[in-house]
């Protein structure tokens, strides 16, 4: 996440994440991806299908309530894999600023899921390595090395997506 060799937009957040240790950046990744698929894409089937409105709706609001016992259930199993509890501060597709109670020297290979949303259930997974700790913030720098396709489109959207909030917010 040097700055000169950032390109990507990045924006404060507040977001649970968890990490594991790695003994090589070369290790094999462990999250595998997003647990949930795309809800906009169910609900769309739902609505251009021929059934009833009100059984379309209730097998919709179904779905919902499925990923959340799913997204629980996800949650548990993730945390038995990434035992270390992190606090992202700041969020980019190049990388994160975290807090921890672990203590990392530069150079440490990590994988780090972030929760970008809880319901539904919306993760993003990536290798990396500690840049540094800043002095000032006690915070870590976080440089992604190898993420997934899928994973970065959905730290992008996520990006992108609160970029949006804050604009709006900001004109009110």
Known sequence: MNDEKRSFSRI???????????????????????????????????????L??????????????????????SQNHIKTDFPIDIEVMELSAAGVKFRSKEQFKPDTPLEIVLLLSQIP???AGSKGRIIAMED???????????????????????????????????KK
């Open 52 to 73: 009833p409105e009100e059984l379309a709706t209730f097998l919709s609001e179904m779905d919902r309530k499925i990923d959340r016992v799913l997204g629980l259930l």
């Open 121 to 123: 259930l919306r993760m």
């Open 12 to 50: 404060p957040v507040r977001l649970k994440a968890h990490a594991r240790a790695m003994q090589s950046i070369d290790s094999s990744q462990r999250f595998t991806g997003d647990i949930v698929g795309e809800i906009s894409c169910r609900d769309d089937i739902l609505r251009n299908s021929k």
């Open 136 to 170: 000032d913030t006690k915070l870590y720098r976080f440089e992604f090395v190898d993420t997934r396709g899928s994973d970065l489109e959905a730290i992008i959207q996520f990006v992108f997506q609160q970029q949006r909030e804050q604009i709006r917010t900001s």
